[in-house]
């Protein structure tokens, strides 16, 4: 743990060992109510998240404590429905022809995040229709919470940028601030993955001795970071923290340690991702479908 500490202005700590994720995860002392904005720069960063991941006055479901009954069912109801589609999608089903086509470099590449896009859409609306300018809005919501040179902030306050990228994106799904979360913000990670997947697949002898498991598990990408707030002083892992305390949990970097895939959707945590079971079968479908076709195209 690294605790960037001055008294009044800034305490966050930043997380990359697996195991201290795992364990602070796990912490109840470490939650998502995200209710004090102090010490000041802490302040600032929280209220810049949480304005970039709400809509409508509310926050999406990632941003939403454990304490919260709506949000805990909510989140195991989407998980039990991603996973009946799972087993559907795992087998490789014609619906995945497009995205085979990219992997396979049959397709243009500014394609991709709109099939993503699609594809993630329709868990929320069978009729989803994603396009350049739905996934144009999903780009400046990824880009939204980071930080930004002071001229491109006051342009996107001025233009309303992404209140209007979030408008979109919630009309598409019918105002559920899941789908919103799915098609504006978790997809990039699905993308990066299936830009692995086109590079393994285009190695003819990685292809051939690939199984759809293995080429799922090698395209599982962890978020970069995600965010906690200490409700309470204390200690962990040697490390002392105060209460306000920001931790920022740094996925992609503790991704890269051996046995560590849990931390892609953290399946050990009351936080874990409904999509735990969905993403991972998406990967093993698309890659059945390219690989079948591929195949056959060989012999």
């Given at each position: 743990?690294?605790?960037?500490?001055?008294?009044?202005?800034?305490?966050?700590?930043?997380?990359?060992?697996?195991?201290?994720?795992?364990?602070?995860?796990?912490?109840?002392r470490v939650d998502r109510k995200f209710l004090a904005f102090r010490p000041l720069l802490n302040g600032l960063?929280?209220?810049?998240?949480?304005?970039?991941?709400?809509?409508?006055?509310?926050?999406?479901?990632?941003?939403?404590?454990?304490?919260?009954?709506?949000?805990?069912?909510?989140?195991?109801?989407?998980?039990?429905?991603?996973?009946?589609r799972a087993a559907t999608v795992r087998l490789g089903e014609e619906g995945l022809d497009r995205l085979a086509e990219?992997?396979?470099g049959?397709?243009?590449?500014?394609?991709?995040?709109?099939?993503?896009q699609q594809t993630v859409g329709r868990l929320f609306v069978d009729s989803y229709i994603a396009d350049a300018e739905s996934w144009a809005a999903a780009m400046t919501l990824d880009a939204a919470p980071r930080p930004k040179g002071i001229l491109t902030t006051i342009?996107?306050?001025?233009?309303?940028?992404?209140?209007?990228?979030?408008?979109?994106?919630?009309a598409k799904v019918n105002g559920d601030l899941a789908g919103v979360h799915g098609t504006g913000?978790?997809?990039?990670?699905?993308v990066k993955g299936f830009r692995e997947m086109q590079t393994l697949h285009g190695n003819i002898s990685k292809r051939?001795?690939?199984?759809?498991?293995?080429?799922?598990?090698?395209?599982?990408?962890?978020?970069?970071?995600?965010?906690?707030?200490?409700?309470?002083?204390?200690?962990?892992?040697?490390?002392p923290f105060h209460k306000n305390a920001i931790f920022v949990l740094e996925l992609s970097e503790a991704?890269?340690?051996?046995?560590?895939?849990?931390?892609?959707?953290?399946?050990?945590?009351?936080?874990?991702?409904?999509?735990?079971?969905?993403?991972?079968?998406?990967?093993?479908g698309v890659w059945r479908r390219a690989s079948t076709v591929s195949q056959e195209t060989v012999d």
């Open positions: 743990m690294e605790n960037h500490r001055i008294p009044g202005l800034i305490e966050v700590i930043k997380v990359s060992d697996p195991e201290e994720i795992r364990a602070l995860s796990l912490d109840p960063l929280l209220r810049k998240v949480l304005k970039a991941l709400s809509f409508g006055g509310k926050r999406f479901p990632t941003m939403r404590p454990r304490g919260d009954a709506d949000r805990a069912h909510d989140q195991d109801a989407l998980w039990e429905r991603l996973n009946e990219w992997v396979k049959q397709r243009a590449d500014r394609e991709l995040g709109i099939l993503v342009s996107w306050r001025l233009t309303r940028k992404v209140s209007r990228a979030k408008a979109l994106l919630a913000v978790a997809l990039h990670n699905i051939l001795a690939t199984t759809a498991e293995a080429a799922a598990t090698h395209c599982l990408i962890a978020p970069a970071t995600i965010l906690r707030q200490a409700t309470s002083a204390g200690e962990i892992a040697g490390c991704h890269k340690h051996a046995d560590s895939n849990d931390l892609v959707f953290l399946e050990q945590s009351w936080s874990r991702c409904p999509a735990e079971r969905w993403v991972p079968a998406l990967f093993e």
